[in-house]
């Protein structure tokens, strides 16, 4: 199956700051969404993006299909971004997730 | 829009006991999966069912079945639960290769 990579694994932020989280797959894929679990464990979707640049609020995601790597980018960090990020990607009908990168939004 | 509706939320079970997960999704999506989440580790797939009357093994399906029941509804079975199946359990559907869509999880604890 696709390997999926997360990095870092953990981040610790103070309010305010920006960040950038990696996520590397093994091979070619045409889905991959970006998750945030937050501290009640629900999975909120963030991004759709097998390819190119979305942003919503201040958050943005960039996806490298041709070279296997997306980037979630955190602006403005706030308490409430706190949680587990996953990448998951997949092609047709499975998706396989990253060990995910776990935030830490300090006031 | 209900979304993606599991139930139950919360279930403990002695060792040897079966029971069934339910997931149920109003977005007329083909397919349908089953995940676990251990600590610390990301989401793998148990089971998925790309369409009505299809149902596949992903990663970890020992000790699992599941059933499509229809377009809507996808629930996994326990035959004979173990406390390695101690875990919280998501499921998602989605459109084709398109956004896949989670649950709100089973918190399942076998002792």
């Known amino acids: 199956g696709i390997q999926v990579e997360q990095s870092p694994p953990d981040l610790i932020l103070q309010e305010g700051a920006n960040s950038t989280l990696q996520c590397n797959f093994s091979?070619?894929?045409?889905?991959l969404q970006w998750f945030h679990q937050n501290p009640w464990g629900q999975l909120i979707n963030l991004f759709y993006?097998?390819?190119g640049t979305k942003q919503n609020g201040r958050l943005s995601a960039t996806t490298v299909a041709t070279e296997r790597y997306s980037l979630l980018y955190i602006s403005s960090s706030q308490t409430t971004d706190s949680g587990v990020y996953f990448c998951?990607?997949?092609?047709?009908?499975?998706?396989?997730f990253g060990a995910g990168t776990t935030v830490t939004v300090r006031a | 829009n209900a979304g993606v509706t599991q139930t139950p939320k919360f279930q403990v079970l002695k060792t040897g006991q079966s029971m069934t997960l339910q997931c149920a999704q109003d977005?007329?999506?083909?397919?349908m999966y089953w995940y676990r989440q251990d600590p610390g580790m990301g989401l793998r797939l148990i089971y998925y069912?790309?369409?009505?009357?299809?149902?596949d093994k992903g990663e970890v399906p020992n000790g699992y079945n599941v059933s499509r029941l229809n377009k809507r509804e996808f629930s996994l079975r326990l035959e004979s639960a173990a406390p390695s199946q101690t875990s919280v359990y998501f499921c998602?559907?989605?459109?084709?290769?398109?956004?896949?869509?989670f649950g709100q999880g089973t918190r399942l604890t076998v002792v």
């Open positions: 998602a559907s989605k459109k084709d290769r398109y956004e896949a869509f």
């Open positions: 091979d070619s894929v045409n889905n």
């Open positions: 993006i097998p390819s």
């Open positions: 998951a990607v997949g092609n047709d009908y499975k998706l396989s």
């Open positions: 977005m007329n999506h083909n397919s």
């Open positions: 069912s790309a369409s009505e009357g299809t149902t």
